[in-house]
């Protein structure tokens, strides 16, 4: 990518609507832009770090034997009649109306349109268990839209539904996806917590929610000496008092703020009796399906990192998410062809490498340059002037520190590599 010809979008000033870093950063650093109330357009920088999250999601789904699918997004009211939730599920549900005076809502989350396309096709517990997973859009007309894409009403979440013949099937999926969330949110480079949770409006038995760890997070943990989180809404119950302060003292728990990032559930057969799915097992008792639902807030771990990761200048990716590997600024190439011509060398040279680089070739001040992808966030920064062309090298320095050190080319893959 060259950056003359590529669609950056940084802004100078600081956007005034923003209430937290991550929003004012994902404004200013151009990976959004606001359409209306809630929604969100991602630009290209923006869209590349969606993209990789979403990749790691999709390879630790793929890798515990979870299948990809796709579902539309507009589910008609029937559906949701049958399990009760047109009526329970409140205002949230964004209802809708076609040409012939059907009714419709825009997905919130999916276990009816997946529960009804399961018991149409399932002949035998022999296929059992079924897991799938999709990756896309859905719509809360949430009462109180903020934080930019942290809390916005459409968004991308990952959603994952499994179904079993009995308890102790779903138990060991359970586990799997516990495990495959785990991975995930390393490999992300999120410092994270799992708590018990409150299974709110998707309903069941039991749940666990993934938090990043982050003051500007909604949620309030409370973790005990052992390490095992509670989400304050669950442990109001669990320790009789709504007072925050009282139940960590008299408890001697630790408070932290968290960013809630995943959600998986037990729903049991919640779903699979409301909306009658059941198979005959192998001793021809008729059972309700057991089944699991289990969702990443895909668009919102793009801010809850930038909440984990900035710094004064800007946002600072995990390397597993960044934007770019390595930009690779020239200083007045359009006014030298030397400087130009090495440019373009390193740059063939890193793409050759598969070092994902962008060539900031435009006609612009160095230091507006270097602020721009220091707002950016990519880890690691080459400048190449002159005396850096005359000599075959290039300045390189990382996002996170100002120490600057010349290397050849061959030493900066290998110091890409390295990281
Ligand atoms: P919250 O408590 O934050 O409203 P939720 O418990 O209603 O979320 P779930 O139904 O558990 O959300 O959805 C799965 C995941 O989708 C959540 O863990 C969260 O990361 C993400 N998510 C939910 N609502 C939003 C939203 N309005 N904007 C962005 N992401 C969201
Ligand atoms: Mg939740």
New binding site residues.
């Given amino acids: 990518m060259k950056a003359s010809s590529y669609p950056l979008f940084t802004q100078k000033n600081d956007p005034s609507d923003a209430e937290i870093i991550s929003h004012k950063l994902m404004l200013k650093a151009g990976l959004v832009r606001q359409q209306s109330t809630g929604q969100y357009s991602f630009l290209p920088i923006g869209y590349r770090v969606l993209k990789k999250i979403e990749n790691i999601i999709r390879e630790e789904m793929d890798s515990i034997g979870a299948a990809e699918i796709l579902m539309p997004s507009v589910q008609p009211s029937e559906l949701w009649q049958e399990s009760g939730r047109w009526e329970s599920y409140g205002l949230e549900l964004l209802r809708l109306n076609d040409r012939h005076d059907r009714e419709y809502c825009l997905g919130p ?1 999916f276990e009816e349109v997946i529960t009804d396309l399961v018991r149409k096709d399932l002949n035998s517990y022999k296929q059992l268990p079924l897991n799938m997973y999709q990756i896309s859009t859905k719509f ?1 007309d ?1 009462i109180r839209p903020r934080f930019g ?4 009403r459409e ?1 991308i ?1 990952k959603d994952a539904y499994s179904f079993h013949i009995n308890e102790k099937c779903l138990d060991n999926w359970y586990q799997n996806y516990k495990d495959a969330y785990n991975n995930i949110f390393k490999r992300l480079q999120l410092d994270y917590t799992m708590v018990d949770a409150d299974s ?1 409006n ?1 309903g069941g038995s039991k749940s666990n ?1 993934f938090h990043v760890l982050a003051e500007a997070g909604e949620d309030d943990l409370l973790i005990d000496e052992k390490g095992i989180g509670t989400n304050f809404e669950i442990a109001k119950a669990k320790y009789g008092s709504d007072d925050v302060v009282k139940i960590v003292n008299e408890n001697n728990l630790i408070h932290k703020k968290g960013i ?4 998986i559930f037990k729903l049991g057969d919640k779903y699979s009796k409301s909306m009658e799915l059941s198979i005959a097992d192998a001793d021809l008792n008729v059972n309700h399906l057991q089944m699991g639902c289990y ?3 895909v ?2 771990i793009v801010a809850a990192a930038i909440e984990q990761n900035h710094d004064e200048k800007g946002i600072i990716w995990p390397k597993s998410i960044s934007p770019f590997q390595i930009a690779l600024v020239e200083i007045d190439g359009h006014k030298n062809e030397s400087v130009r011509s090495f440019s373009n060398e390193i740059y063939q040279d890193m793409k050759r490498n598969s070092v994902e680089i962008i060539l900031d070739d435009r006609n612009a001040k160095l230091g507006n340059k270097l602020h721009d992808w220091e707002l950016m966030g990519v880890p690691n920064i080459a400048i190449i002037g002159k005396k850096e062309a005359e000599n075959n090298i290039v300045s390189f320095k990382k996002r996170s520190s100002s120490e600057k050190v010349s290397l050849s080319a061959d030493q900066l893959i290998s110091k890409l590599d390295a990281d």
């Fill in positions: 989350t809360r949430e894409i942290m809390r916005a968004f979440m709110g998707i929610e809630e990032v995943g959600h969702g990443i807030g668009s919102r």
